[in-house]
Each structure stands twice: as structure tokens, then as C-alpha cells.
């Protein structure tokens, strides 16, 4: 719901959510960017093409550790 919610916040910038359970795809206009910019706040994300980034937490992952993924990608697409 959350992520969802993001694409309400920034729908300039995020154009399609894609996926089922923890494996998402985030359809953005340069994934790159954002990839470098999650990493440099601690977030693990990976590039799926040019214009789509990939969500794929760990299985063991808590709700507090996806609140905060939440958190980071809401301060960079803020910040984009």
C-alpha cells in the first residue's frame, strides 16, 4: 500500500508499479539516478533497464526495515 501511495505523491515522476508481494518494478524516467541515489542513503535497489527500478527485499525482511525503504525512496523522489 505504501509504495502505492508513492505513486500518488509522485506521479510526475513514477509512472507504473508492477509485481506481486516484495518483487516490484518502479517504471521511472532514469533509473540509474536513482539506483545511485538510493545507494548512497543505504538502499539497495537495482536498475531493470533503462527506466525501471527493482525492489527485491529479503523474504526475512520486518516491517520496520520496509518502512524505511519506504522513507529513503520518498526523500529521493522528493529530491528528483
Known sequence: KQIHDLKDKYSNKIHDIRGKGYMIGISVDDALAITHSAR???????????????LLPPLIAEETHLNQSIKILDSIFKDA
Open 40 to 54: 548512497d542513503k543505504g538502499l539497495l535497489i537495482v536498475p531493470a533497464g533503462h527506466n525501471t527500478i527493482r
